[in-house]
């Protein structure tokens, strides 16, 4: 192969394979197994096509598929977080900073940088189109805790409101969608998948 | 859930998780296990972004990125065909229409139509964009089995003249890779990783 620029990209190519073996929190729909970071992030972006109806204005489609696709890569070296772990996310920045500095080099320079650039407006979120694509990663878990009779909120005994409080990001990136997420929400509390915590008395 | 038709694209994007577990012939570059249809769609789409500046000119990257997402889906009832497979190509036609027909079907009607015309158009290959889509399709396997040492030549006898048949498709949707093409099924044959068929006596 005389062309180094493709050499580069196949080499990012690749590398990237290794997202099928990092491993999520949540499970399949079918319960079988927990599900990857590639997989979980072909759902999202399929997401972004089936519901793009509902999005914001100024959300551009292209640019948010692209995030969605890539959003998850810098788990290679960085590991999946699971978003109610404490401490997990004490460090979580620093190491997929890491990481994002060693994958998107794999790229030709110019190419690398628009693909962090991506990243790291998805890490932001400082447009409606990452606000968008936010909204979209949190709803494919909500649902599928829903399919898996809350596996996750069990094991972690996550509670209503600390759900609740995660999908804001919902309500600000998605808010056409923000119904369907407080209905599922309660409908998983009244089938006993979602524990409410109990009130704390002001006495 | 009020929304009728927000109901529908919700069943239908809890239905396509059942991508996830449908196994391809290929392995993992880490060897580790067999690749599925989703992770397998998430890197296509990768491929499509990274390798962008290679598209013949006509070809449309959203177009794209969304055929080569839903490609696979009909796989869900169908089930993923070997491109070796002479007998279960024989009816992969058949299973896929009638996959398409349920699987789409779930979508409200109008979309249903629209994603289905994107797959029918990759199928057909009757357009650059689908062409460059196809191409993507058949060079990942390409890259994977050189990564593993040849797992799946090696497990089905498929020789160097099959392999260079299948990647027609790649010289056809994609010209500017097809010196890769070349490079890498030399590279494969001097490895031992791909055997070329002995040669046929004339007399």
Redesign the interface.
């Known amino acids: 192969?005389?062309?180094h620029k493709?050499t580069r990209?196949?080499q990012?190519?690749?590398e990237?394979?290794?997202?099928?073996?990092i491993l999520r929190q949540t499970l399949?729909?079918?319960g079988?197994r927990q599900?990857?970071s590639?997989?979980h992030?072909?759902?999202l972006?399929?997401?972004a096509?089936?519901?793009a109806e509902?999005a914001p204005p100024n959300v551009d489609?292209?640019r948010v598929?692209?995030m969605l696709?890539?959003h998850d890569i810098v788990e290679i070296d960085a590991g999946d977080t699971f978003c109610y772990d404490i401490t997990g996310n004490q460090d979580k920045a620093e190491r997929e900073l890491l990481a994002a500095q060693r994958i998107f080099a794999l790229?030709p320079v110019e190419?690398g940088a628009e693909?962090r650039a991506l990243w790291e407006e998805f890490e932001a979120h400082s447009t409606a189109s990452a606000k968008w694509a936010r909204a979209l990663d949190c709803l494919?878990p909500l649902?599928?805790n829903q399919?898996t009779q809350g596996h996750t909120w069990r094991l972690h005994g996550v509670t209503r409101s600390q759900v609740l409080h995660r999908m804001r990001a919902v309500e600000k990136g998605a808010p056409a969608?923000w119904?369907?997420v407080e209905?599922i929400i309660e409908d998983c509390v009244a089938a006993g998948y979602l524990k409410v915590e109990p009130e704390i008395s002001s006495a």
Request: proline share 2%; aromatic share 6%; charged share 15%.
């Open positions: 192969m005389q062309n493709l990209q196949i990012f190519i690749i990237i394979d290794k997202l099928k073996s399949l729909t079918d079988s599900e990857n590639a997989e992030s072909w759902h972006a399929m997401m096509i089936v519901l509902y489609m292209l598929i692209k696709l890539l790229l190419q693909l494919q649902l599928n399919q969608l119904p369907l209905q």
